[in-house]
């Protein structure tokens, strides 16, 4: 287990040389690929393509400590589809990271340099620190609780993947960091800001358990009870964060009901999609939607009735994620669990977001030594 508080560090530098206002974002994680191209123009990014592709490349990685070969194949496949898109837009500043099922595969590394000998991405290896601030970064725009009742002065960014969960713990100075302090996003006009005064977590910690290695070890039995199941779930990601207790300042906070939890996750969203009854997943609807945790534990029971048959014909979780989605509603219920409160935000933005707002501040702070230099 990963823990800290908020300390300075350094960005890697974004690659590629050409001049140009086209940004990619990528993230190879344990279960997904990742990737957000954007214009970047006043201050501003648009995005203009998006894709995002389920590869468990974690799969099989916390029983041999080893990423296997056909694990691999699938995320090759999906990053050489990135490859081509990032050279068919002409991005000329890209970032590409992996998180933790390159971390700690003892293959990991060789894997990282075979991708940039195939396609010519060089990933990154981030750390668990750098992971969560990224993630905060780029939920800022729902780190705002101003017009809640009460006003809300603390958020838990919790970010649920295939092999860690970075929760990020945010004072929200004068009840807000959102458009006044931080980025936007409108998810019409798909834009994302970029301000000078980003949120950065007070405390943060990694726990390495997510949705695949979780699943894994927990594999849902055929017969018995669902619910005794998922509370062996709940109940082992409790005993890995029950230790953390560099945020108990803010824990009065979370007590008066001034606090809420921000979850960006696919296990988090297709929660969302549930409650709403969407016939097909909506970003538009998802992204931003506030949620009690009595719908969130509406949903998990309905989940657990289905079985895993019924899950897979659930149109915001399908068959890729019927195996996954109830380990990531166990990670948010012992969340919810240490850290009481009654709302949850749902974010369907997080890392990518975050890499692309980091790439254009960096940007702007060498533009503004420029300036200051003066001519020679």
């Not at 970047?40 to 099989?60: M, P």
Request: glycine residues 10%; charged residues 30%; proline residues 3%.
């Amino acid at each position: 287990m990963r823990r800290g508080t908020a300390a300075g560090r350094r960005d890697s530098a974004p690659k590629g040389g050409r001049e140009s206002g086209i940004y990619a974002a990528l993230d190879l994680g344990t279960n997904n690929c990742r990737l957000m191209i954007a214009t970047f123009s006043n201050s501003q990014f648009k995005i203009v393509e998006a894709f995002s592709r389920i590869v468990r490349l974690g799969e099989g990685l916390a029983h041999s400590g080893r990423l296997h070969d056909r694990a691999m194949e699938r995320a090759m496949k999906a990053l050489k589809i990135c490859a081509e898109k990032i050279e068919k837009r002409g991005a000329a500043q890209v970032r590409a990271v992996a998180t933790q099922a390159c971390r700690i595969a003892r293959n990991g590394r060789d894997f990282i340099a075979r991708v940039e000998r195939e396609t010519g991405l060089k990933l990154t290896i981030i750390s668990p620190e750098e992971e969560a601030h990224l993630s905060v970064m780029g939920c800022a725009s729902l780190l705002d609780g101003r017009d809640l009742d009460p006003i809300a002065r603390a958020a838990l960014v919790m970010d649920v993947g295939g092999g860690s969960t970075e929760l990020s713990w945010v004072e929200l100075a004068q009840g807000g960091a959102g458009e006044g302090d931080g980025s936007q996003l409108d998810a019409q006009q798909r834009t994302l800001r970029m301000s000078r005064h980003m949120p950065r977590p007070r405390h943060w910690i990694s726990l390495p358990v997510g949705v695949v290695n979780l699943a894994e070890r927990f594999p849902e039995p055929e017969t018995g009870d669902p619910e005794a199941w998922f509370e062996t779930m709940v109940d082992d990601v409790t005993q890995r964060l029950g230790n953390f207790s560099a945020a108990d300042g803010l824990r009065p906070h979370f007590a008066a009901g001034e606090a809420y939890i921000v979850g960006t996750s696919g296990a988090i969203t297709s929660l969302a999609g549930m409650h709403l009854g969407l016939d097909r997943y909506d970003r538009s609807q998802v992204d931003g939607l506030w949620m009690e945790h009595r719908h969130c534990r509406t949903v998990i029971d309905k989940l657990l009735q289905l079985g895993r048959s019924g899950r897979e014909l659930e149109p915001c979780i399908g068959r890729d994620r019927a195996d996954l989605v109830l380990a990531g509603a166990a990670i948010l219920e012992a969340v919810q669990r240490q850290w009481p409160c009654t709302r949850l935000r749902v974010a369907d933005r997080g890392l990518r977001e975050g890499l692309l707002l980091s790439m254009a501040r960096k940007k702007t702070r060498r533009r503004r030594r420029g300036r200051s230099k003066g001519p020679a």
